[in-house]
């Protein structure tokens, strides 16, 4: 008689750049994963994921998948590999290493970022290994540095209010963030609220499908949300629509940016941003009165020139009502400040042997990798740069250098692993331990591996164990185990003297815990900056020779009917996508279709477009071919590039990032990808 086949349910984590970081169930039969679920008991989950994530088994065991050592054997970008054994491409990848490492070890660069969210498999042995290298450091700025900048000048770190208690709110403003997209959970909250009669207001470039579900739908310009915010300040002030207690006591700056907002009449900011006058007035008088007022701001708003100050403007308006007093309101764009978790314990920094080793803007890793001088090697893990970064042909180039030396630890052969000279294969998040914090709410979240590793794949942290033993360096800490440092993530000072501290036997329990945190955290001030107040001006950027207070920056390449380039471009991620992960997930794509721009019929009829014309869109820095989707969803004078494609299956080899620049925002050392100015004409054979 046959055994009845052994079914167990583990605990996970959604391991995405996603705000809503859920907790995972993954079904497990006879050592093989047939179903990832949401977790009904975390109550941020509840049971539900997005369609990306609950396909999850598909990319685990996608027929793609990298599960052996390869080693590159044609040239660069050719696509040419071969299967080595672990301990033919350690060695090499050794002994290469430590040739540079003796004479330049800073010319050795880390590559990474959010390919997975977790503390462990994202930067603690890795991290540790490059700093006693004594490698280069990578300024990670390539999706959130602006706004988090903007954040710490304003409240001192990454604060915000619980996102649970936006299903109080009265009235909920979706600032640059399409959440049905991008953060399925808050939409269910907000939708909520809206039952409970609260008034939603979107604000966002593209008509998005979350603007279809609100109540009024502001399409400003791209890059003008500054304008817009101190539009709002000057109404709250001229009608006295301000809470003067509550500024008095926990706020400092307030006469400075008064005089800021009044140059912003509503009529000078709809001219700026292409909105009606009323729109604006109507839109500062339902904050000033329908209480409690919450906002949900997104990066997108930060992906321009002033996108810091718009960060920085937004994030100036609940002090100025008074709406911390009330839990439902406020702003979340990150809330990760929150948490207790003990980064610096997990990577180290202080282990560094190369106290000069340059700063690499990863946001400018086209120019970096195009000075030989500067770049010997790179280790890509948890990205895909030659996708995602900005001004890719410049990024494609300095990869393709024959004399760069490059690692690539994946799942699948991207457009990075391509040009790579060895392939890792890494393990996905249903075979291995990690730790995960959240930017969208404040809960800390355990994964625990679920089957044990495809072929010879390896968690993130074991590579590097091996490479650092082949290496010579052999410092125990680069030998912790990964439970341990699960463990290690919570010996935060502030948690373990916490009332109720998050302890590793809850996570081991139930999957997740909360941090400690007040419902309404700054109901009485108490902000973290060192005056304990929300500053409305910033010392401290002001001694960095910026203006103290927030201002509107125009964009560097702003839309213009007479320019060479027209048309304003925002690249913001497909629907079935989560930057370039997921791209090669069949089903996901098929869903997706195909790389569409998106263009408003007017502009399609200035130049001779119908639907699904095969375009060229260009500017100074390259061209992308792709199909033309003519649609409202898309402004006149704006054109959205639905991204991040692999450049492998664009038309002719490239993606929406051909075309984006490699200039920083104001503040933070972020990329422009939303200040970008192109034409776009037919296509021609």
């Given at each position: ?53 609950s ?18 054997v044609g040239?660069?970008?050719?696509g ?59 300024d ?17 770190a ?14 909920i ?49 791209p ?11 000057h ?13 008095a ?47 949900r ?20 308006l ?7 007093r ?27 042997t ?68 060895y ?11 990690d ?15 679920a089957i ?18 082949r ?34 036997e ?9 941090w ?14 060192a ?8 010392d ?17 390449e ?13 690249s ?8 370039s ?15 569409l ?17 095969m ?24 054109v ?46």
């Open positions: 008689m046959q055994n009845a086949a052994m079914t167990t349910t583990i605990l996970g984590t959604c391991p995405h750049d996603c705000p809503d970081t859920c907790s995972l169930l993954t079904t497990v039969q006879d050592g093989v994963a047939i179903k990832v679920q949401g977790n009904p008991n975390h109550p941020l989950t509840d049971g539900v994921l997005c369609t990306k994530v396909r999850y088994t598909e990319r685990t065991y996608h027929p793609d998948r990298v599960l052996h050592p390869l080693k590159r040239p660069k970008g050719s040419q590999f071969q299967q080595v054994s672990w301990d033919e491409a350690l060695s090499d990848i050794a002994a290469r290493l430590k040739t540079i490492a003796d004479k330049t070890p800073e010319r050795i660069l880390p590559y990474s970022y959010a390919g997975t969210m977790g503390m462990v498999q994202g930067e603690s042995i890795a991290m540790r290994f490059f700093n006693l290298l004594g490698a280069a450091r990578l990670r700025t390539i999706c959130s540095s602006a706004g988090a900048e903007a954040l710490t000048q304003t409240f001192g990454k604060l915000g209010m619980k996102v649970q208690h936006f299903n109080e709110s009265k009235l403003i979706i600032w640059g963030s399409n959440v049905i997209t991008s953060s399925v959970h808050f939409w269910r909250i907000a939708q909520e609220a809206k039952r409970q009669g609260a008034k939603l207001v979107c604000i966002d470039p593209r008509r998005t499908e979350t603007a279809d579900k609100c109540d009024v739908h502001l399409a400003l310009k890059g003008t949300d500054a304008a817009l915010a101190l539009a709002l300040m109404e709250l002030i001229t009608h006295d629509w301000l809470d003067h207690d509550y500024i006591q926990h706020t400092l700056g307030f006469e400075a940016l008064r005089e800021r907002a009044l140059q912003w009449p509503p009529e000078r900011a709809a001219q700026v941003c292409g909105l009606q006058v009323d729109d604006i007035r109507q839109l500062a008088h339902d904050y000033a009165h329908i209480k409690p007022a919450a906002i701001l997104n990066y997108g708003v930060q992906r321009s020139r002033g996108g810091g100050n718009a960060v920085r403007a937004v994030a100036c609940p002090a100025l009502t008074g709406a911390w009330h839990r439902a309101g406020g702003v979340v764009l990150s809330v990760s400040g929150h948490a207790l978790h003990n980064g610096v314990a997990l990577q180290r920094a202080d282990l560094h190369h106290k000069s080793a340059p700063l690499i803007n990863m946001s400018t890793i086209g120019d970096a990798l195009n000075t030989p001088s500067l770049v010997e090697a790179v280790v890509v893990y948890n990205s895909n740069p030659v996708a995602v970064a900005p001004d890719s042909a410049k990024v494609v180039k300095g990869f393709a250098r024959e004399d760069l030396f490059t690692v690539v630890l994946e799942h699948f052969m991207t457009d990075t692993a391509d040009l790579a000279d392939v890792l294969p890494a393990t996905t998040q249903l075979e291995h331990w730790i995960h914090n959240s930017y969208g709410h404040t809960d800390v979240l355990l994964n625990r591996p044990a590793p495809m072929g010879e794949a390896k968690p993130n942290t074991q590579i590097f164990r091996e490479l650092s033993q290496m010579g360096l052999h410092n125990p800490l680069l030998q912790e185990d990964d439970e341990s440092l699960c463990r290690l993530a919570l010996q935060h000072p502030r948690n373990l003297a916490s009332a109720s501290p998050v302890t590793w809850k996570l081991l329990q139930d999957g997740f815990a909360h400690p945190m007040a419902d309404a955290p700054f109901a009485n001030g108490g902000f973290a900056t005056s304990g107040k929300c500053e409305f001006f910033s401290r950027l002001q001694a960095q020779g910026q203006d103290g207070l927030p201002d509107y920056l125009p964009n560097y702003p839309a213009n009917p007479q320019a060479t380039y027209p048309l304003a471009m925002i913001p991620p497909a629907r079935n996508f989560l930057n992960s997921f791209v090669n997930v069949k089903s996901l794509r098929d869903m997706e279709g195909e790389p721009l998106e263009i408003h019929p007017v502009d399609a009829a200035a130049r001779g477009l119908q639907d699904g014309t375009v060229r869109v260009f500017n100074d820095r390259g061209s992308y071919d792709c199909k033309a989707q003519l649609s409202t969803r898309a402004q006149p004078g704006m959205v590039g639905l991204g991040v494609w692999w450049r492998k299956l664009g038309v002719k080899g490239t993606n929406v990032n051909e075309l984006t620049s490699q200039k920083l925002t104001d503040m933070g050392r972020a990329p422009v990808f939303y200040d970008c100015a192109v034409q776009v004409e037919a296509q021609t054979v």
